[in-house]
């Protein structure tokens, strides 16, 4: 018997229908090898990649408005993971709990030997976020959070010495100008100051990026910002074409250029477009319902077989109930070759990593 969820059960069954699945036993020893294998991964989102135990040990609300979060998967729709998100977020009630919640990130990126990572932060939905839509009374100042983030991961990369975790800020596709303002001056003096650095001197955070519904309505503005941020040395990896408007999704490429794209498959089946770098998340697309297709149809296989740079990640695998080890169980139980798009991939994502190869980054992307 295997240990994988109920919801990867049933998408087994579901891939059977069209094609021969390699069997229980082989997914099981094809999970264990890939957990086994040192990793890089270039899309995952800090605060859903932590334990449960994280947040049970913080002050959970007293109830929540459905299930605990991380049972609720497979949502409906990207609304609906919303909703989960922000009730788990809803556990975060003191400062100190972002420098634990990082140090849980590395401690975690240990045991499943994912040794480079280039994570997404939040810092948004914990201060104007949650003042706006009064989501917790504990409200926090967006540059002391990115802060509290910075001395748990400097904390935990003390500690696990093998590890190395670079940010995207997320700068949220819905924002104001003032929010904006408010990103932009938290980077400018954490890039230029030495707790925004490593030893080596090397910056923690590499990039911006847009997170949340897409809503290209600002697009103007959100590209001058990007220009902006750029000024300062950062990246910009944005999440996009995540199911929706395959037009819109190629407008925002044009426009904002971004280095790196999440998701990004929504102009595939239409246009036979992808960005060059980007990172495909399948289990995820499909446990939010962003991807509608059958699952062994995801756009992810057609690219792969095409030979796109197309890299793998595991998006928030405490809320989805996954991990990076999964998302590829996955593609090996839709290809039967997930031991060589397993080397593609992380091919792909070493290639395709923002920050600056100089300093120690190199060596542990190189592995
Ligand atoms: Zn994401």
């Known amino acids: 018997m295997s240990d994988f969820p109920k919801f990867f059960?049933?998408?087994l069954g579901v891939v059977r229908l069209?094609?021969?699945?390699?069997?229980?036993?082989?997914?099981?020893?094809?999970?264990?090898w890939v957990a086994a294998q040192s990793k890089v991964e270039t899309h995952?989102?800090?605060?859903?990649?932590?334990?449960e135990d994280f947040y049970l040990s913080r002050q959970p609300p007293r109830e929540w408005s459905e299930c605990v979060p991380w049972k609720r998967a497979p949502f409906q729709n990207l609304r609906g993971f919303?909703?989960?998100?922000?009730?788990?977020?809803?556990?975060?009630?003191?400062?100190?709990d972002f420098e634990d919640m990082a140090y849980a990130f590395v401690a975690k990126r240990a045991e499943d030997r994912?040794?480079?990572t280039e994570a997404y932060i939040s810092p948004a939905d914990f201060s104007f976020i949650r003042e706006r839509f009064s989501i917790a009374p504990e409200k926090f100042d967006f540059e002391s959070v990115v802060k509290s983030y910075l001395r748990g991961l400097r904390r935990g990369l003390a500690k696990f010495a093998d590890v190395q975790v670079r940010l995207t800020v997320d700068a949220l596709w819905i924002s104001s100008s003032d929010e904006r303002e408010t990103v932009w001056r938290a980077l400018e003096n954490i890039q230029s100051s030495p707790?925004?650095?490593?030893?080596?001197?090397?910056p923690f955070i590499v990039a911006i990026g847009l997170g949340g519904m897409e809503n290209h309505a600002q697009i103007e503005s959100q590209a001058a910002f990007c220009e902006r941020v750029r000024k300062l040395g950062l990246k910009i990896d944005i999440h996009?074409?995540?199911?929706?408007?395959?037009?819109?999704h190629l407008k925002t490429l044009e426009q904002l250029q971004p280095e790196r794209v999440a998701h990004g498959f929504s102009a595939w089946t239409s246009h036979r477009r992808i960005a060059d770098n980007v990172v495909m998340c399948p289990l995820s697309n499909i446990l939010l319902n962003t991807f509608q297709g059958a699952a062994h149809e995801h756009p992810f296989f057609e690219c792969i077989g095409h030979g796109l740079p197309v890299a793998v990640g595991s998006d928030d695998p405490l809320l989805l109930g996954t991990s990076l080890a999964l998302e590829y169980t996955f593609i090996h139980a839709v290809t039967g070759n997930g031991q060589n798009i397993f080397e593609t991939t992380q091919k792909n994502a070493?290639?395709?990593?923002?920050?600056s190869a100089a300093g120690g980054i190199s060596k542990s992307v190189a592995l």
Do not use: C, K
Request: aromatic letters at 4%; proline letters at 3%.
């Open 9 to 11: 059960m049933d998408l």
């Open 44 to 51: 995952v989102h800090l605060e859903a990649a932590v334990g």
């Open 350 to 355: 070493r290639s395709g990593i923002l920050a």
């Open 114 to 116: 994912i040794l480079y």
């Open 82 to 96: 919303i909703g989960a998100w922000v009730d788990l977020s809803r556990s975060v009630r003191e400062l100190n």
């Open 18 to 32: 069209d094609r021969r699945v390699p069997s229980e036993a082989e997914l099981q020893a094809f999970h264990d």
């Open 195 to 202: 707790e925004g650095t490593d030893s080596e001197g090397e």
């Open 240 to 248: 996009s074409g995540e199911g929706g408007d395959p037009e819109m």
